[in-house]
């Protein structure tokens, strides 16, 4: 999600993609205000709502370790205890405001996102004025906390980072490099210059952190991966001036960025050099690239927009059913010359009220041997698993979402993002806390047994080793 409040860009906009085959439910009437509706296979197994000191701030994204799930929030974090997934507890909670917090996890280190300009770097920061002088003082960027013990996360370290951390992406080094490496996604959408954010904005930051000493964390590069506003050079199109999010799969040496303007294939053979091995660029639907997520080998990636910045009510007749969506690329060819070939668009099958804001957002694989699924998040379109096995003719296998927040007026809420784990579907939902699904269905049968220790969706691995 773009920001809602930061830097003064309020509910920033964008472009977007789309759909494909139409299940019978396609018509399905607009639920109630917080009315729950569902296809039959899946079902919410449990729920709490946000509370305490990070109540009324938004909740973000996940990461996941062990029994425990972690997630982020304007305000901080919250440790959930989930060693029953019927039965989740609030273990903890994490007091440290800053946008958006977006979180990951490696070893006993969980490392957070700060991307609003605060006072200085500890968890008792103010918020900085977008109309203050360039000369204050400001910091954003990278956290990292110690979670050896879940239930008291320690504050080790704190890296500043040009133009904050709107979103971060975890490589482990390899070999005999017992160090990890955040890939630090920001950019500058309000075209101010400023301490901290200056234009042109074309890099990402990489921030080494020894296993060993996480204090001796610092920026070891600032790759520049986007030279003159990005590869198309398309004045009709959004110019990509730096990545919204990356997602990384290691053991292939690869990433895929959704950089602005373009999805973006890397070599991350080198983690301190990342460079570009190919681009794409859709000037029709899309033009704000979000997320991206590969199958399992690396043989498709596909990339989200999130047209309306996220606080736009973009799933309905007006916007259509090629905008605001999914565009599913085959990755062809070998090494150094791949390229990404478009496949289909997809988009959810099920017009929202005007008053939801509704379009694509953050999911993940499910583990199912020989299928490419993914459960995916809609803001208030709700949570949708669906199956690209055949990246031309994607199809719908379940969905489930609440009504508007509001049928008076746009209210921004819904869910940030829907992860599978462990045999469960985890759902951030912004306004209204953590919601736990199960789905059972013949087609991802395989996946209920499959078992992962660290989970972290902008990291991938290999499911068929867990």
Same mark, same amino acid.
């Given at each position: 999600?773009?920001?809602?409040?930061?830097?003064?860009?309020?509910?920033?906009?964008?472009?977007?993609?789309?759909?494909?085959?139409?299940?019978?439910?396609?018509?399905?009437?607009?639920?109630?205000?917080?009315?729950?509706?569902?296809?039959? !296979?899946?079902?919410?197994?449990?729920?709490?709502?946000?509370?305490?000191?990070?109540?009324?701030?938004?909740?973000?994204?996940?990461?996941?370790?062990?029994?425990?799930?972690?997630?982020?929030? =304007?305000?901080?974090?919250?440790?959930?205890?989930?060693?029953?997934?019927?039965?989740?507890?609030?273990?903890?909670?994490?007091?440290?405001?800053?946008?958006? &917090?977006?979180?990951?996890?490696?070893?006993?280190?969980?490392?957070?996102?700060?991307?609003?300009? *605060?006072?200085?770097?500890?968890?008792?920061?103010?918020?900085?004025?977008?109309?203050?002088?360039? $000369?204050?003082? *400001?910091? $954003?960027?990278?956290?990292?906390?110690?979670?050896?013990?879940?239930?008291?996360?320690?504050?080790?370290?704190?890296?500043?980072?040009?133009?904050?951390?709107?979103?971060?992406?975890?490589?482990?080094?390899?070999?005999?490099?017992?160090?990890?490496?955040?890939?630090?996604?920001?950019?500058?959408?309000?075209?101010?210059?400023?301490?901290?954010?200056?234009?042109?904005?074309?890099?990402?930051?990489?921030?080494?952190?020894?296993?060993?000493?996480?204090?001796?964390?610092?920026?070891?590069? #600032?790759?520049?991966?986007?030279?003159?506003?990005?590869?198309?050079?398309?004045?009709?199109?959004?110019?990509?001036?730096?990545?919204?999010?990356?997602?990384?799969?290691?053991?292939?040496?690869?990433?895929?960025?959704?950089?602005?303007?373009?999805?973006?294939?890397?070599?991350?053979? &080198?983690?301190?050099?990342?460079?570009?091995? #190919?681009?794409?660029?859709?000037?029709?639907?899309?033009?704000?690239?979000?997320?991206?997520?590969?199958?399992?080998?690396?043989?498709?990636?596909?990339?989200?927009?999130?047209?309306?910045?996220?606080?736009?009510?973009?799933?309905?007749? #007006?916007?259509?059913?090629?905008?605001?969506?999914?565009?599913?690329?085959?990755?062809?060819?070998?090494?150094?010359?791949?390229?990404?070939?478009?496949?289909? =668009?997809?988009?959810?099958?099920?017009?929202?009220?005007?008053?939801? !804001?509704?379009?694509?957002?953050?999911?993940?694989?499910?583990?199912?041997?020989?299928?490419?699924? %993914?459960?995916?998040?809609?803001?208030?379109?709700?949570?949708?698993?669906?199956?690209?096995?055949?990246?031309?003719?994607?199809?719908?296998?379940?969905?489930?979402?609440?009504?508007?927040?509001?049928? $008076?007026?746009?209210?921004?809420?819904?869910?940030?993002?829907? =992860?599978?784990?462990?045999?469960?579907?985890?759902?951030?939902?912004?306004?209204?806390?953590?919601?736990? %699904?199960?789905?059972?269905?013949?087609?991802?049968?395989?996946?209920?047994?499959?078992?992962? =220790?660290?989970?972290?969706?902008? #990291?991938?691995?290999?499911?068929?080793?867990?």
């Amino acid at each position: 999600m773009k920001h809602l409040a930061s830097r003064g860009t309020a509910v920033a906009a964008i472009l977007l993609g789309l759909l494909v085959a139409t299940p019978a439910h396609a018509d399905t009437a607009i639920p109630g205000v917080d009315e729950i509706v569902s296809s039959p !296979n899946i079902a919410q197994v449990a729920h709490l709502d946000t509370a305490g000191p990070l109540a009324g701030a938004f909740n973000t994204d996940w990461a996941f370790k062990g029994t425990y799930a972690f997630d982020g929030n =304007y305000n901080g974090f919250t440790v959930y205890d989930i060693s029953d997934p019927r039965d989740p507890r609030v273990a903890t909670q994490v007091l440290c405001p800053g946008s958006q &917090n977006d979180l990951s996890i490696y070893g006993d280190l969980l490392f957070v996102a700060t991307d609003s300009q *605060r006072t200085d770097d500890s968890c008792a920061s103010a918020s900085v004025p977008a109309s203050s002088p360039a $000369e204050t003082p *400001r910091w $954003e960027g990278i956290k990292v906390f110690d979670i050896s013990d879940p239930l008291n996360p320690a504050y080790v370290k704190a890296v500043k980072t040009d133009c904050g951390s709107h979103t971060q992406t975890m490589v482990p080094g390899k070999g005999k490099d017992h160090s990890v490496y955040l890939y630090v996604q920001s950019y500058n959408l309000s075209g101010a210059s400023y301490t901290n954010c200056a234009l042109p904005h074309d890099k990402i930051s990489i921030v080494k952190v020894p296993l060993k000493d996480p204090t001796a964390a610092a920026v070891v590069a #600032t790759p520049v991966l986007f030279p003159d506003g990005g590869f198309g050079g398309d004045a009709d199109s959004s110019a990509t001036t730096g990545c919204h999010d990356i997602t990384a799969y290691p053991a292939k040496d690869i990433a895929a960025g959704a950089c602005m303007g373009d999805g973006v294939l890397l070599d991350i053979s &080198n983690p301190v050099a990342p460079s570009v091995i #190919t681009t794409v660029r859709d000037t029709e639907n899309f033009a704000f690239w979000h997320s991206a997520t590969f199958n399992n080998d690396a043989t498709k990636v596909v990339f989200t927009d999130e047209l309306g910045g996220g606080g736009g009510a973009e799933c309905n007749a #007006t916007v259509g059913p090629n905008r605001g969506a999914d565009a599913i690329y085959d990755i062809v060819g070998k090494g150094k010359k791949l390229s990404l070939r478009f496949r289909s =668009y997809f988009k959810i099958p099920r017009a929202n009220a005007d008053t939801e !804001n509704c379009v694509a957002h953050n999911g993940s694989l499910i583990p199912v041997p020989g299928r490419d699924i %993914l459960v995916q998040a809609w803001y208030q379109g709700g949570i949708s698993v669906w199956d690209f096995t055949d990246s031309s003719r994607p199809t719908e296998i379940a969905y489930w979402e609440r009504g508007p927040l509001s049928t $008076e007026s746009l209210v921004v809420g819904g869910s940030w993002s829907a =992860y599978w784990y462990n045999g469960f579907i985890y759902s951030s939902d912004i306004q209204k806390g953590l919601d736990v %699904l199960e789905v059972k269905d013949h087609r991802i049968d395989k996946a209920k047994h499959a078992r992962t =220790y660290l989970f972290n969706a902008q #990291t991938q691995s290999d499911y068929r080793s867990w």
